[in-house]
């Protein structure tokens, strides 16, 4: 009799215990989900470009580099029209320098502000990004193509013109992916780009 009770007293707790490590796994995947929310004005200020040339113009340093894990945080600067406006500092490792105005060397590690900032949604599951121009913020430990500008007000480098400024060089960036499904100019630039910068693409160093 008190080994019947003892197996079933197991079985309970194994059960018990399995329940607990499917529903730890579930959360833990659940809160990696992140959903979008586009600003009613997104692209009110977007310039659209239609090449790679007039888009390495306009901006002042042009990088590949590796999004240095655990270094991003929210800033706030205020807004023109009142409050405050969010973005995300974000470091990375530069590894080469395609254009450059002086103020970036390789291997340096590098402060750039990206359009768009996530917050948690505290104990339940998931987080929400608010980005700028159906900007998406790059994976931690990604290596990317970034078209930046500096900023006097920030006193930092800015990925120009929302997702134009970004590309992903070691196919690791599904959401990146995704703006090819729901931009269609991204794809066609992006090609362009790739053609200019056909040296750094699939790097996977």
């Given at each position: 009799?008190k080994?019947?009770?003892?197996?079933?007293?197991?079985?309970?707790?194994?059960?018990?215990?399995?329940?607990?490590l499917?529903?730890?796994?579930?959360?833990?995947?659940?809160?990696?989900?992140?959903?979008?929310?586009e600003?009613?004005s997104?692209?009110a200020?977007?310039i659209?470009?239609?090449?790679a040339?007039?888009?390495?113009?306009?901006?002042?340093?042009?990088?590949?580099?590796?999004?240095?894990?655990?270094?991003?945080?929210?800033?706030?600067?205020?807004?023109?029209a009142g409050?405050?406006?969010?973005?995300?500092?974000?470091?990375?490792?530069?590894?080469q320098?395609?254009?450059?105005?002086?103020?970036?060397?390789?291997?340096?590690?590098?402060?750039?502000?990206?359009?768009t900032?996530?917050?948690?949604?505290?104990?339940?599951?998931?987080?929400?990004?608010?980005?700028?121009?159906?900007?998406?913020?790059?994976?931690?430990?990604?290596?990317?193509?970034?078209?930046?500008?500096?900023?006097?007000?920030?006193?930092?480098?800015?990925?120009?013109?929302?997702?134009?400024?970004?590309y992903?060089?070691?196919?690791?960036?599904?959401?990146?992916?995704?703006?090819?499904?729901?931009i269609?100019k991204?794809?066609?630039?992006?090609?362009?780009?790739?053609?200019?910068?056909?040296?750094?693409?699939?790097?996977?160093?």
């Open positions: 009799m080994g019947e009770l003892f197996k079933t007293g197991i079985l309970k707790w194994t059960l018990v215990l399995a329940c607990l499917f529903l730890m796994f579930w959360y833990v995947k659940a809160d990696q989900k992140i959903t979008v929310v600003g009613a997104s692209q200020w977007l659209p470009y239609e090449d040339e007039s888009l390495t113009n306009d901006v002042d340093l042009v990088v590949t580099g590796t999004v240095m894990p655990g270094m991003s945080q929210t800033i706030s600067i205020p807004s023109v409050g405050s406006r969010h973005y995300t500092a974000t470091e990375i490792k530069v590894e320098v395609l254009k450059n105005n002086g103020q970036a060397a390789e291997n340096q590690t590098l402060p750039i502000v990206e359009p900032y996530i917050i948690d949604k505290g104990l339940v599951p998931g987080k929400i990004e608010f980005p700028l121009e159906h900007y998406r913020k790059a994976l931690p430990g990604g290596k990317y193509l970034l078209f930046l500008k500096w900023s006097d007000n920030l006193q930092k480098y800015w990925v120009h013109a929302g997702y134009q400024g970004k992903n060089l070691d196919g690791k960036d599904v959401r990146e992916m995704e703006l090819s499904v729901e269609p991204y794809v066609q630039l992006k090609e362009k780009v790739k053609q200019k910068y056909n040296q750094v693409w699939g790097m996977d160093h």
